[in-house]
């Protein structure tokens, strides 16, 4: 039998001074408040109450065991009510993950700004690959993933947070060098520089959105600010988040590829687990998070002008 019930019942029995009293308390019956107390002196092997026909009194062991069962029980109750109460204020422990490079550009920005703005909040926030497995976040100990592309798993609450543009880019020099790029079939004959985790390029927007696999890698890495750094040498082509690259294409020192065309945007998704109820401090989050991207827009690329083709 429960144990706390057990102690339960004889703190209530040992506040009221009766079976009956005890039972009133606790919604129960005389008869079951007394075998839960006879159980517990089965399990102690001690006797912890006097029992007459008019009234129950405790033994010496019987009070100690009912003022320990008492502060027991009072610790569990404070201890459950203050972990509920985490669930419903914005402060406690909140692990985030997120894949590399939106985690060094983008998010992480926007992570620092929550972190300064809600102190209550302990946030551990990890860059790494993201798994296949949309849940393996949460087998990791995380509460939030951050995703760019599109997820399918019914189980897992999503929100999208922002959307984030890229651009097919390159600096004058390498033009200059290898000549313009007119048209998407014309990469294969241009040196490309490729994000490992981003092998096949789409160009263009709606049906008339072309998917090209890039063959000829000049340069690859998991990082695009290294792509980045690549382009700005004129090692190639790349297509690189925008804001990054935004002061270098408006100083000209990259320049805008195929803009009547463009690129799509990736979605910035948020990921977290089932239930019910959202813990206050994941909403939190994600109410600032996509406020934080309104406030902080991407200024926007003019087509024609002095950075591009």
């Not at 001074?17 to 129960?28: I, P, Q, T």
Request: glycine share 8%; aromatic share 6%.
């Amino acid at each position: 039998m429960d144990r706390l019930l057990l102690m339960r019942s004889l703190v209530t029995v040992a506040g009221t001074g009766s079976f009956s009293g005890a039972a009133k308390v606790l919604n129960s019956s005389g008869s079951l408040v007394s075998r839960h107390v006879a159980e517990l002196e089965r399990q102690l092997g001690v006797r912890l109450v006097n029992r007459t026909a008019r009234s129950v009194s405790l033994t010496g062991p019987g009070q100690r065991y009912a003022e320990f069962a008492a502060r027991i029980l009072e610790e569990i109750q404070a201890e459950e009510s203050s972990i509920a109460g985490l669930h419903d204020r914005p402060e406690g422990a909140l692990n985030i993950l997120c894949p590399r490079w939106i985690g060094s550009l983008d998010l992480g920005d926007a992570i620092s700004a929550f972190s300064v703005a809600h102190p209550k909040i302990v946030v551990r926030f990890e860059l790494d690959g993201m798994s296949e497995r949309t849940y393996d976040f949460l087998d990791s100990g995380f509460d939030i993933a951050f995703h760019t592309r599109d997820l399918r798993d019914s189980s897992m609450r999503l929100k999208k947070i922002a959307s984030l543009p890229f651009v097919l880019c390159a600096s004058r020099a390498y033009l200059a060098r290898r000549g313009p790029l007119t048209h998407p079939n014309d990469l294969a004959r241009h040196d490309c520089l490729l994000h490992v985790n981003d092998p096949v390029w789409r160009l263009g927007h709606g049906h008339s959105a072309t998917l090209h696999k890039v063959r000829n890698v000049a340069f690859s890495s998991n990082s695009y600010l290294a792509l980045q750094k690549a382009a700005v040498h004129g090692r190639g082509i790349a297509l690189l988040p925008q804001r990054p690259v935004y002061e270098d294409l408006t100083a000209g020192t990259l320049q805008v590829l195929l803009p009547e065309l463009g690129v799509p945007d990736r979605p910035l998704y948020a990921l977290h687990g089932p239930g019910r109820e959202t813990p206050r401090r994941i909403t939190v989050l994600l109410t600032f998070l996509t406020r934080w991207f309104s406030e902080n827009p991407i200024p926007t690329l003019a087509r024609g002008g002095p950075d591009t083709e």
